[in-house]
């Protein structure tokens, strides 16, 4: 069984920063999708950003591009989310995700089958 555990979230004021930071347990998801997601009150969840399996490239949801990065850290064994730049409107859970996805799935709910139990980030005005 895989376990994801989300580490970094936390409140900030507009504009500020904050590294979220996604674990396993195995080492299942190096050759895996990974992604972010995030979900707000009444929302739906949303993917905002995703690592395609054997780290050949990066996307993102239009609404975070530019500010935020998605990247693999080694030495940590983590995959992380750098986000820059924040607005009220990020303020949610963020979950990361494993999965085997493709161009068109990856930012979608469906193709992950791995969840981590969530990170709440508070953007305050």
């Known amino acids: 069984q895989v376990q994801l555990v989300e580490s970094g979230g936390g409140s900030v004021q507009a504009g500020g920063s904050l590294r979220l930071s996604c674990a396993a347990s195995?080492?299942?998801?190096?050759?895996?999708?990974i992604a972010w997601f995030r979900q707000a009150p009444g929302k739906e969840r949303e993917g905002v950003a995703v690592?395609?399996?054997?780290?050949?490239?990066?996307s993102y949801a239009d609404s975070v591009k530019g500010r935020f990065t998605i990247s693999r850290d080694n030495a940590k064994n983590t995959v992380d989310l750098q986000m820059n730049s924040l607005k009220p409107e990020d303020t949610a859970m963020y979950y990361c995700?494993?999965?085997?996805?493709?161009?068109?799935?990856?930012?979608?709910?469906?193709?992950?089958?791995?969840w981590g139990q969530g990170t709440q980030v508070t953007v305050s005005s």
């Open positions: 195995t080492y299942y998801y190096r050759n895996r999708c």
């Open positions: 995700a494993a999965g085997t996805c493709n161009t068109w799935s990856a930012l979608r709910s469906y193709a992950y089958n791995y």
């Open positions: 690592l395609y399996s054997g780290d050949i490239a990066t």
